[in-house]
């Protein structure tokens, strides 16, 4: 059992690749085979596996989830903190708060094309809290 | 390893605030560092970690769903056990059947406006059956 | 800790079922109590706990996602591989990357409805590659 921190100074929203601070922390751990399961300890900030190569994937991935759902959406009775704060937790549930990732001959074993992101759903910036734990 | 189950007894489609019972369950199991993977076993409820403040959080996530996966909606051909039957299907898919939660220092290790909830989909009351495995 | 590997040879857009696989991989493992953490190595491919009764259910959860997220739609910029190359992308971050399932008494501990599916989202065939971490 190993555990790890990550914080992640968001400048709004979008995508923040974190799969190399994730590796770090597996490689720390001394793990060869394993399980790292990632946690976000946010309710306006999520976790997602996509690709890796072209950026226009995250642009697009952000342009879908503003379009479904709209900031400002007369629907939303929660507006306290702005036009994109119930949008923020919609979006949230609709991704991933924890993803498990296996560990494989000491290293995150992913698809060559797989990245994990912190997904920021708030326009403004945020420090975002994400553990890393471990089993081996 | 440790494993726990809960039973919620739901009176129809809302969100169901456990996460007191899956602390209880971490608390017995004796783990001070570990992991906490909550799983539903129904295909018409699912979990989400989302906001524990603003009860208007769950009735906007509620209405966002509904608007989304209209009950009844024509384009649905299993429609056996009603109208709210296959949107239940889908709500499911969209949100979680599995999450892992942090266990640090013997408590489950949330963020401050982090709750888990059991989300019923169905617009009828129902048992909803919840395993806890623990890895400690 | 156990690690077991399967490969779906998909023919095109739909579900298939993998509970037996994991099953199999759960029972080679000798796992009593435990956790079998699934995960897909794609970024067009994705994994849901869904309905193992009626075939309909899986026929309109792809219609609902075939609505939501249409091939071809112009919102996108990243065409590269076709019409159904980003909405691939969306319908597999809307969907699951890794499911944790409990193990109880030496099986997968389903629900009596739940069966465990590879989501290809791709319209043509591929082959698809999800590691089985078991942790007991």
Redesign the interface.
């Known amino acids: ?1 190993h ?1 790890g921190e990550l914080t992640v100074s968001t400048t709004g929203r979008g995508t923040y690749d974190i799969t190399r601070d994730i590796a770090k922390i597996v490689a720390a751990s001394g793990a060869r ?3 790292a ?1 990632v ?1 976000v ?3 306006s900030a999520s976790l ?4 890796n190569a ?1 950026p ?2 995250r ?3 952000d ?2 989830l503003a ?3 709209p900031d400002g959406d007369p ?4 507006t ?1 903190e702005g036009d994109d704060d ?1 949008p923020a ?2 979006r ?13 001959a000491g290293k995150l ?3 060559t ?2 990245a994990v992101y912190l997904w920021e759903h708030r326009t403004s910036p945020h420090r975002r ?1 994400i ?1 890393v ?1 471990i ?2």
């Open positions: 059992m555990r085979d394993g399980l399961t946690f300890h946010h309710t997602i596996v996509s690709e072209d226009d994937v642009r697009d991935l342009a879908f379009r479904l759902v629907l939303f009775v929660h306290a119930m937790h919609v949230s549930v609709l991704t991933q708060t924890s993803i498990g990732l296996p560990i494989h074993e992913l698809g094309w797989q809290k553990t734990t089993v081996s």
